[in-house]
């Protein structure tokens, strides 16, 4: 039996993955450069939501296994990786 969270994360990371090809079926239907750098810029977004949600679940299923400092740890680093990258 799979455990909930972990099939959640996998209907995510397929939902992101089909999110990707259709955007790329977009770009390659409009072909415009203008037009594709809008697409990816949406694209831009919706994969830290998806990571940031994706590792929400899989803390929260391991909630039992790992200690509150890690989970702190964790989330920090990924606030940091999220930060750097709209940084200048």
Do not use: H, Q, W
């Not at 740890?73 to 200048?88: A, D, E, R």
């Amino acid at each position: 039996m799979i455990e909930k969270a972990l099939l959640f994360i996998i209907i995510l990371r397929v939902f992101s993955g089909s999110i990707d090809i259709t955007a790329a079926m977009f770009m390659y239907k409009f072909n415009d450069l203008e037009k594709a750098f809008y697409i990816n810029t949406l694209l831009a977004l919706v994969g830290p939501c998806i990571l940031i949600i994706t590792t929400a679940i899989a803390l929260f299923g391991l909630a039992e296994k790992i200690s509150l400092t890690r989970m702190i740890c964790l989330f920090s680093g990924i606030l940091l990786i999220l930060f750097s990258l709209k940084s200048k």
